[in-house]
């Protein structure tokens, strides 16, 4: 994905715990990789990897500790996860996948997540990776996506600067937009009175 892309997604790749054992000795050589997960009409070929880890020699439980940045242009593509067992002869052998929904989270926290893999074709327990997950939104980075924690935000701005007033308020604080001011207090309009006071010094 070329870096002119709205999203910049940050993972962390810690661990598995308890995967599948794909070869002869009871273990695998793991491996994961990362895709977007596009609808079949809209794939052109092999999807190619966003991120592909380091094998992990005859492990059911590895660990990575692999970081990773890649460009996302619309969070309604999810992340593909998929884990295979590397074999010197032949095919590798496919371990479990996961699908996380990027448009579910929330910019700018990181998401601690123990992801579980599935197979549609085997119903076995195939174990989990630990993930984190962090997206950022590098047009409006300093605008929250939850609601939630846009009030909170807003709230805990409009009780310092009651108690600090506005020459203290101006000193401590500064805001920098990457696209614009008016997009800023749109959005703070409409999220109460104590939005409006942040709103109403930008």
């Known amino acids: 994905m070329a870096p002119t892309a709205r999203y910049q997604i940050s993972v962390l790749l810690r661990d598995g715990h308890k995967l599948a054992a794909r070869d002869k ?111 950022h939104d590098m047009e409006t980075n300093i605008i929250p996506q939850s609601p939630a924690t846009l009030r909170e935000h807003c709230r805990t701005f409009g009780e310092a600067r009651r108690r600090l007033g506005d020459s203290e308020m101006h000193g401590i604080c500064h805001i920098v937009l990457k696209s614009g001011t008016m997009q800023l207090k749109n959005w703070l309009s409409g999220a109460g009175e104590s939005a409006a006071a942040a709103a109403a010094v930008l």
């Open 25 to 135: 000795n009871g273990f695998s050589d793991p491996y994961v990789r990362f895709k977007h997960e596009r609808p079949m009409s809209a794939k052109d070929g092999k999807e190619p990897d966003v991120y592909k880890s380091a094998v992990v020699k005859k492990n059911l439980n590895p660990v990575w500790n692999e970081h990773f940045t890649a460009w996302w242009a619309d969070l309604s593509v999810p992340l593909l996860i998929e884990v295979w067992d590397r074999d010197v002869i032949g095919h590798d052998d496919f371990m479990g996948r996961a699908v996380i929904a990027l448009r579910d989270c929330e910019l700018g926290v990181t998401q601690v997540l123990s992801v579980p893999l599935e197979d549609p074709l085997v119903k076995e327990d195939l174990g989990n990776l630990r993930i984190d997950l962090t997206i």
